[in-house]
């Protein structure tokens, strides 16, 4: 009681001291339900049982209260229970780990204190459960997007097309403009790091500097674009929000997955074909549906169409390693329910799968609703391992070939055993003629009995004759010729098999046609207390928007049909984030961050749109071209904008020091996929060939994950095997083993699969700096650039004139020459004595020109793109 | 926990700061209605080097001696009359199993002799009796409890403040709120085990939303322990001081050309600090300047107590040399002795005991103590039940969330000094209950640190280390 007391005092003090000092007003809709959402709704709303028989969510329903009373009074916060509640701690529950802050309550006390006021008139009935307020559903994400008409602006000779009229309309309102255009050189850089990974070689960049065409930028934007390398850099970045691996992860063993690289492929080969984006998803999505599910005999855009679907099957999935339990299969519904969501959506739907979404208006229904649309295919119930639900490539006439050069294999097979037994008889009765002439017969008996049947006399007979033992494995040593006659059956059987088509699998998403389950929403998510069953659908705040009905079971197709529809409706282009979502994942690996900065979050805790008007824009464009992502590429990359130098100046550094307005171009450090490949490029060793098998990931001896065919001996490591040049192929195709980090990769930040990621991370850390400067792979590299240079010429000058332009993209300056010639000088002078001191037998000329290579690769100008 | 517990404990606090509080609704809040929180980061710069130092700390660095898997506190640290008396007996009350199939409620007494230690007379049992040597420098804290029964979530809960995967680890809000104090080493180090990792990987180490800066460095458990820490042999020593300072030209150039880019001076530090760990981690990792004794204490110079030994002893060095935090991991399950506990537990022991009463001696000995916090201990403890009751080979004991022992020394902590207690079989904390928040409330008490200010800004929410704010300091542990 005593504590009681102690409370009200404080809780009177407050209130006062509250009302003395309010300011600015508190608004429900804005400030307080949010609270209340997050931390109280659940119990006291949302669930079918009212906790305490309280409904916090409306107010009057706060003002008349549940078992204990009202739990709210107006202007008085110490009388309110709902205060007390809260202050005390004793609401939440104690073993609710996340509770409202003290700043929370404060709000809520000040709302009561300033008299508990809300915006409009609140609904007169409202259901028990999921309620979504009119302010929600105005969740700026969640309107349909609207063409905007252009702004006007001040400096409208700025701009180069619509895009620059929304950024400089904002610009505009904080008294900042664009910076000068970039030079040629920065350019053609920037636009090919943007659009390939790779810097421009410096015939390229010369013959861009020199241009005078005034087509000459959109030339080479278009050229860019129609290079295999864009399909290569743009592929990546969808792979990172598809969570892409080579390997299922979650047990130890981290299993391969041999064949998903032909989903990898495919999504290289959409960007490349300028595949619209429509098409994309719904491949993605129901390619199985579109090719009309029958997988014995399919031509190449069906296979195409169902490689489509290795986008549902990259999630995480120990389920065919140890993880094949309920647990295991439902931990991938829902991972892939997340990947999906976040990667199309960009809304955190999975946060609804235990409860009611705390801020995001998703109901836990709505979870399942979208569940249901894949659960017929991913069904917990009756479910496949990985290995067990490859799609065969083989079509029906390989089918055919294959069992008719078995039948081959076979025939010969027989031939060969006839032939075999004809020259043993033969070689046997060559030797038993040698014989003395009264044995011949009895050793010819002995051996006419089965071996476990002769007597001890006959067994002594064969053993005192032992030239009459012929077998297969003996023959060749009785007649060579007969021996290498029956090799020739067995090289012809190799032959043919090795003619046959190696069959190859897809990791795809099929559905069967079975009867589909019923989908139930798991009492706190848990699959084991299933409540009522839903039927598929879109999220509630969304229905209506676009018009396509998901079907619960499509009776023309021998499938359900919901993907299909379901990936129908989000291309439908009347939803309002697909598109949005899309453009701003493009504009975000232009300039660094998107216009929404949560590329995976357009919910409430997502980040909110710097130009909102300027997203709505080009996602309607988007949707006008035919989805066309290239479109979307060229604009964006022939904006002023986007032609800005990056030099900051201290008035826009003051405004807007994150460069969010964009009065000057971002600089990005390149990810570690490009900081590789681009190395490669420059020291002349990148492979480009594209496409196929992933190159594997080893251990080296220091326990390194580098690029390796595995050799173990007793679990240490064998005799390395050569990788013929593989090792040097684009980053993309190395193997992305989730246990196996490539070494070179890791420092640079990898997409963190958790499944999926939908923005990278850039840090700079010292391990970086410590790969540069000594890591085999980069003094390798160096060495490599400095060889490819030393073929060039024996000059020095010449060398570092020429490593500066592949390295930067630039001439080098008379400054920074003389600077470069002084250090290739002396760096041969300290080398050379450093080999004669510790006796090694490397040249120092060429070596002082490595080192000089790898302090261009290791520089600032090099690992960023400006 | 108890409610009236809970409710005094608010009042006291929120009565103490209502000034504070108050001075908040006035200007911030309002403020901050007004603009909705911005969850970037970007331009923002992050690194390691030192902070201000809180004038109240009083702990600089830690060690944390990470024992994953439960050790039983049963068998070790908490005697009990009751179970000795009532040894092979049904258990009376009710008990949480993590094995529903292998559980047993017969009481199983501790095979193992207890005896009273150092002025303080802190009992502990045969199996620990190095640990037992340090007795009157070291608080025992006989009644933790996180109370979600799963390694992985207690393992979060100890470790990165919540049960939920992917928070950062205290070690990296350590960093991230103090930074190094050393700018020629990792400020935050986790030094692995030779064997699996322990239950949740790269999670215990990793610094989830706060900048990758404040992941801990991984030690590897086999030479070399960094990778890329060496130069190659044709660079060694002053080409590669040339080629340093060389590149650092390019990057001031680089620098001047485009001034105020962050990162482009976060690089030049790098190189830096990298150049300077080639030596100093070197230096920090090569043992050979430790005397005899030295390693002898550590039991390098047997083999049980090698590996454990050595790292402890590298924990030290790393520590001397301006660490902030460093992190020892056993390996994955080391402690987790559902079965066969008879032979496992003292082999798990033999491995540890030594070297981790040593590190405490060596630390007081060298005068650092006083500002290392030492920690001993894991997720959870073990039941006083039998759990496999099918032969004295194969008996075990079961998970404990509950009530647990671990124990800390130095950077203010209480020496001989035993704090809680469990019920009358050891099986839940009772008295005095530690949390995992209110532990590690007072951790950051001792560095000096707020656990309401530090905070991070993430998807628009202020994200702490202890996101209740009903955490405590517990003022008995304190020296």
């Known amino acids: ?866 | 926990m108890n409610k009236n517990t809970n409710r005094r404990d608010l009042l006291a606090s929120a009565g103490m700061s209502l000034a504070g509080l108050l001075a908040a609704i006035n200007l911030k809040d309002q403020r901050l209605l007004a603009n909705p929180a911005k969850p970037d980061l970007i331009g923002k710069s992050f690194n390691n080097s030192e902070k201000p130092s809180p004038k109240t700390a009083k702990a600089k660095a830690m060690i944390s001696l990470w024992m994953q898997g439960g050790p039983s506190q049963i068998d070790m640290f908490d005697p009990k009359e009751e179970l000795m008396k009532r040894d092979g007996e049904t258990f009376p009350g009710d008990i949480k199993y993590d094995n529903a199939a292998q559980a047993s409620s017969k009481i199983m007494a501790p095979p193992w002799k207890f005896r009273a230690h150092g002025e303080c007379g802190m009992e502990m049992s045969e199996l620990v009796p190095n640990m037992g040597s340090i007795a009157d420098d070291i608080t025992l804290i006989r009644s933790m409890h996180t109370g979600v029964n799963n390694h992985g979530q207690s393992i979060r809960a100890m470790n990165s403040g919540t049960t939920a995967a992917m928070h950062p680890v205290l070690g990296s809000w350590l960093t991230y709120g103090l930074g190094g104090q050393t700018s020629s080493l990792p400020p935050y180090m986790a030094l692995i085990d030779p064997g699996q990792l322990p239950v949740d990987g790269v999670g215990n180490w990793h610094n989830g939303y706060l900048p990758s800066i404040y992941q801990g460095t991984v030690i590897r458990p086999t030479e070399p322990r960094i990778l890329n820490l060496t130069p190659p042999i044709r660079l060694e020593g002053s080409p590669q001081k040339r080629l340093l300072s060389y590149l650092q030209e390019l990057n001031q150039s680089d620098l001047q050309r485009k001034p105020g880019e962050f990162d482009y001076q976060a690089r030049i530090d790098m190189y830096e600090l990298a150049a300077r760990m080639q030596t100093a981690a070197v230096e920090a990792m090569d043992l050979s300047g430790e005397t005899q004794e030295t390693k002898m204490l550590y039991g390098i110079d047997r083999p049980e107590t090698k590996d454990f030994g050595t790292r402890c002893l590298i924990a030290r060095r790393m520590i001397e040399r301006g660490v902030r935090f460093v992190q020892v991991f056993t390996q994955n399950q080391f402690w987790d002795h559902h079965g066969s506990i008879l032979k496992s537990l003292p082999n798990a022991c033999k491995k540890v005991d030594q070297p981790s009463a040593a590190l405490v001696t060596d630390l007081k000995r060298r005068g650092l103590l006083e500002e290392t916090i030492v920690h001993w201990g894991g997720e959870m403890g073990r039941l006083p039940v039998i759990q496999n009751d099918t032969g004295s080979q194969n008996v075990g004991r079961d998970h404990n969330t509950y009530g647990f022992s671990q124990w800390v020394a130095g950077g203010g902590f209480k020496g001989g000094y035993i704090h809680g207690a469990t019920d009358e079989f050891g099986h839940k904390a009772v008295e005095d209950i530690v949390n995992h928040y209110d532990y590690h409330h007072t951790l950051f008490h001792l560095f000096g640190l707020d656990p309401e200010a530090l905070y991070f800004e993430h998807n628009g929410q202020k994200r702490k280390l202890i996101e209740t704010d009903q955490s405590k300091i517990i003022t008995k542990l304190l020296a």
Request: charged residues 25%; glycine residues 6%; contains cysteine.
């Open chain 1, 1 to 866: 009681m005593k504590n009681f007391c102690l409370l009200a005092c404080f809780v009177t003090f407050l209130a006062s001291a509250v009302q003395l000092s309010a300011a600015g007003s508190v608004s429900f809709e804005k400030d307080v339900r949010p609270i209340l959402k997050a931390h109280c709704f659940h119990c006291h709303g949302e669930e079918e049982e009212l906790g305490g028989g309280l409904d916090l969510r409306l107010k009057r329903l706060m003002l008349s209260g549940g078992d204990s009373g009202p739990a709210l009074i107006e202007s008085q916060p110490d009388q309110s229970l709902l205060v007390e509640y809260l202050t005390s701690g004793l609401m939440p529950p104690e073993d609710v780990a996340v509770r409202p802050s003290q700043q929370e309550i404060t709000t809520i006390i000040n709302w009561i204190a300033n008299g508990a006021v809300i915006e409009g008139v609140e609904p007169a009935t409202i259901d028990r459960g999921f309620y979504i307020t009119e302010k929600e559903r105005q969740f700026w994400s969640f309107k349909p997007v609207f063409r905007p008409s252009l702004p006007t602006v001040s400096n409208p000779q700025l701009a180069a097309n619509s895009i620059d009229l929304f950024l400089l309309a904002r610009l505009d309102e904080v008294e900042l403009s664009y910076s000068s255009q970039a030079s040629r050189e920065t350019l053609i850089r920037r636009a090919s790091l943007d659009l390939t990974g790779l810097p421009p070689d410096p015939q390229a960049v010369q013959h861009f500097v020199n241009n005078t065409d005034p087509a000459a930028y959109e030339n080479l934007i278009d050229q860019l674009l129609g290079s295999p390398q864009y399909g290569e850099r743009w592929g990546r970045h969808w792979l990172d929000a598809a969570g892409y691996a080579d390997s299922e992860g979650q047990a130890d063993a981290d299993v391969e997955r041999p064949w998903a690289y032909f989903y990898r492929d495919y999504v290289v080969k959409s960007f490349n074909q300028g595949k619209p984006y429509d098409q994309f998803v719904q491949e993605q999505l129901a390619g199985d549906e579109l090719m009309g599910g029958q997988f014995a005999d399919m031509n190449a855009e069906q296979v195409e169409q169902l490689t489509g679907t290795g986008y549902l099957r990259m999630v995480a999935d120990g389920t065919g390693s140890g993880a094949g339990h309920d647990e295991g299969r439902n931990a991938v519904v829902s991972d892939t329910l997340k990947m999906v969501t976040t990667s199309l959506t960009g809304l955190t739907v999975g946060c609804a799968q235990c409860h009611n979404h705390r801020y995001d208006p998703i109901s836990q229904k709505d979870y399942y609703r979208i569940r249901a649309i894949f659960e017929p295919a991913m069904n917990w119930k009756s479910w496949k391992a990985p290995q067990n639900r490859q799609v065969s490539l083989y079509t029906n006439t390989d089918r055919e070939t294959k069992a008719s050069t078995e039948a081959q294999i076979k025939e010969i097979e027989a031939e060969r055993v006839k032939k075999q037994q004809e020259y043993i008889d033969a070689t046997f009765n060559k030797e038993i003629a040698k014989l003395p002439e009264d044995v011949q017969q009895s050793v010819r008996d002995a051996h006419a009995v089965a071996e476990k049947e002769r007597s001890e006399e006959q067994k002594a007979l064969i053993k005192k004759y032992p030239s009459t033992v012929v077998t297969p494995g003996n023959l060749y040593l009785f007649d060579r010729p007969a021996s290498d006659d029956l090799k020739t059956f067995t090289q012809r059987q190799t032959e043919l098999r090795e003619e046959l088509k190696p069959e190859e699998f897809l990791r795809a998403l099929s559905e069967p046609a079975a009867e589909p389950p019923v989908t139930y929403v798991f009492s706190r998510g848990n699959f084991d207390s299933p409540l009522d069953p839903v039927e598929p659908g879109e999220l509630s705040v969304l229905s209506g928007l676009a018009t396509v009905e998901i079907p619960t079971n499509e009776e023309s197709r021998s499938t359900t049909g919901r993907r299909l529809a379901f990936a129908e409706l989000l291309t439908s282009g009347e939803h309002p984030l697909v598109a949005r979502v899309m453009v701003n994942r493009i504009w975000s690996h232009h300039f660094g961050t998107g216009i929404v900065d949560t590329p995976g979050d357009f919910g409430f805790l997502g980040g909110r749109p710097t130009h909102p008007e300027l997203l709505d824009w080009l996602a309607h464009e988007f949707v006008q071209s035919g989805w066309n992502i290239k479109h979307i590429h060229r604009l964006i990359m022939t904006s002023t904008a986007y032609q800005q130098t990056s030099t900051r100046n201290d008035q826009g550094n003051e405004v807007d020091r994150q460069k969010r307005l964009l009065w000057s171009m971002p600089v990005r450090r390149m990810e570690s996929e490009a900081v590789r490949d681009s190395i490669l490029a420059v020291s002349g060793m990148l492979d480009q060939q594209m496409a196929g098998k992933a190159v594997p990931v080893m251990a080296d001896r220091t326990g390194q994950w580098v690029i390796g065919k595995e050799n173990l001996n007793a679990g240490r490591p064998g005799p390395v095997i050569d990788m013929q040049g593989q090792e040097y192929r684009r980053s993309l195709y190395v193997q992305v083993r989730r246990s196996r980090p490539l070494a070179v990769l890791e420092p640079f930040d990898l997409p963190e699969l958790a499944p999926n990621c939908t923005k990278r991370p850039s840090s700079t850390v010292s391990t970086q700096s410590l790969e540069l400067l000594n890591s085999d792979f980069v003094t390798a590299q160096a060495r490599f650039f400095a060889v490819r240079l030393s073929k060039l010429s024996q000059d020095i000058e010449t060398q570092v004139s020429v490593a500066w332009r592949l390295a930067f993209s630039k001439e080098i300056t008379d400054e920074k020459k003389a600077a470069a010639i002084e250090f290739v000088t002396q760096m041969q002078a300290l080398l050379t004595k450093q080999y004669e001191e510790k006796q090694l037998n490397d040249d120092p000329v060429i070596d002082s020109v490595a080192v000089f290579c790898q302090a261009l690769i290791s520089s600032n100008q090099f690992l960023y793109i400006e």
